[in-house]
């Protein structure tokens, strides 16, 4: 199932702290993204990868981080400059720009 | 950059009837327009897609339409059953281009009643 993993499937954070989201994919492909997902506002794009060592900015990308050191991987941090957090964080990839996307599993972040 | 608009945010229909979903882009560039189902606690999986070449596309109860000159593409679903309920997303890009990123609608909650 899938090709494209996140980890964990729970986070819990405290106020101020940074965290990292794992997205590994073993599908080949050059392209990964990061989708944020709050009810009711479907999935909005934090940032976006096309090649290795390169990204850019997606609708949303205040307050968060990305490295593209490998194309299997694509981890986003979530800073505390990010205000509000508590979400359900999904990473997709897909074999060219803007092609299909297989998406992961997902983790959902709290801020407690 | 662009836009996704999506309608209705909330759909019921009773089991056996038909449901029809809508979205609107903003980029004429835009030439790929997949749908997502996502059921409850479980990741968005591509249900069906269409390029600018065409102007529709069937895969047995499902089917989606294209309007480019109105940039509105729509979502069909026929003979709906009960595990039919999910969220749908639409989404548009500029597939292959540098700047190629999949942008999404708000989501449609479909509820399909027994």
């Known amino acids: 199932d899938g090709g494209i993993t996140q980890s964990p499937k729970y986070l819990f954070r405290k106020e101020g702290q940074n965290v990292t989201l794992s997205c590994e994919q073993n599908l080949n492909h050059d392209a990964m993204y990061w989708y944020r997902q709050d009810p009711g506002q479907g999935l909005r794009l934090i940032y976006y990868s096309q090649i290795v060592n390169d990204f850019q900015k997606g609708d949303i990308a205040e307050g968060y981080s990305v490295s593209r050191e490998k194309k299997e991987s694509f981890p986003l941090t979530v800073t505390s400059a990010q205000k509000n957090p508590t979400a359900f964080y999904l990473c997709?990839?897909?074999?060219?720009?803007?092609?299909?996307?297989?998406f992961g599993q997902g983790t959902r972040l709290t801020v407690v | 950059g662009e836009n996704v608009e999506q309608h209705p945010s909330t759909l019921s229909v009773q089991e056996g009837d038909s449901a029809v979903i809508k979205c609107t882009y903003s980029d004429s560039a835009s030439n790929y327009f997949p749908w997502y189902k996502q059921e409850l606690g479980k990741r968005p999986q591509l249900i069906i897609d269409i390029r600018s070449n065409v102007g529709e596309k069937k895969d047995q109860r499902i089917a989606v339409t294209l309007n480019k000159t109105a940039k509105h593409f729509s979502l069909h679903i026929t003979e709906t059953q009960p595990e039919d309920s999910a969220v749908y997303f639409c989404?548009?890009?500029?597939?292959?281009?540098?700047?190629?990123?999949?942008?999404f609608g708000q989501g449609t909650t479909l509820q399909v009643k027994p």
């Open positions: 989404a548009a890009s500029i597939a292959s281009s540098n700047t190629g990123k999949l942008i």
């Open positions: 997709a990839s897909s074999i060219s720009s803007g092609g299909e996307a297989f």
